[in-house]
């Protein structure tokens, strides 16, 4: 049972334009969510969070929405750049940052 | 470099033998995890340790075992090794509480023969 889900498993997007990356969850009791960036040969990298209390957490680039009621969360790029080809992992929690529950990522290629 | 360390990077073995991975924490993390993640999945919760005792545990099979010593690093045990266990094993350490999110190794990459 797949209770995160990137439905996308690839996206390309051209140099300076934005990249949203979009994650479904199924446990109503998820209430923390992350971003994790994946280059090859190295682990996850923390990116971006966000609580269940907001719908929305920028970080200079970064921004990630959360619409509760579709159960939906996106990652927005802003401009996107080179450097942002990884693959994106979203995941979630119930009560703590501990136990994530990770998609199966989205390879994201920016191109020139 | 997230400051977690994981040894050793690659391992090829057998089916039927037993091996071990090692971890480090970030300096100042109590709680170690470790993840695996097979061909085109996402990263699974095997285990969680907070100061050396077991925390949490998710979908780890009975051959499998881990633990965290008392300098705080942790091993995990995979025995009776089966080809579908080849995978990518990560292990991540974080400070619990406050919803600090957890910084990860750079795995060992396991390959069953």
């Known amino acids: 049972d797949q209770q995160v889900k990137q439905n996308s498993p690839s996206l390309s997007v051209q140099e300076g334009r934005i990249s949203i990356l979009n994650c479904d969850y199924t446990n109503s009791m998820f209430d923390y969510f992350l971003w994790y960036k994946k280059y090859p040969a190295e682990g996850p990298t923390f990116l971006i969070s966000i609580s269940s209390i907001k719908d929305k957490n920028e970080d200079g680039r970064f921004t990630v929405f959360l619409n509760k009621s579709a159960k939906h969360l996106s990652l927005h790029i802003v401009p996107s750049q080179p450097g942002d080809s990884a693959v994106y992992f979203c995941a979630a929690s119930a009560g703590t940052a501990s136990k994530l529950t990770f998609g199966t990522g989205t390879r994201l290629q920016v191109t020139l | 470099d997230s400051g977690v360390t994981q040894t050793p990077k690659h391992l090829i073995t057998a089916t039927g033998q037993r091996v071990t991975l090692r971890c480090s924490p970030r300096s100042g993390d109590l709680s170690v995890y470790w993840y695996q993640q097979s061909l085109d999945q996402g990263l699974q919760f095997l285990i969680q340790?907070?100061?050396?005792?077991?925390?949490a545990k998710g979908n780890i099979l009975e051959r499998f075992s881990a633990q965290q010593f008392p300098d705080l690093h942790s091993e995990l045990n995979l025995s009776s090794l089966e080809l579908g266990d080849s995978a990518l094993y990560f292990c991540?350490?974080?400070?619990?509480?406050?919803?600090?999110?957890?910084?990860f190794g750079n795995g060992t990459r396991l390959t069953v023969t």
């Open positions: 991540a350490s974080s400070v619990v509480g406050n919803n600090s999110p957890l910084h």
């Open positions: 340790y907070y100061n050396g005792e077991e925390r």
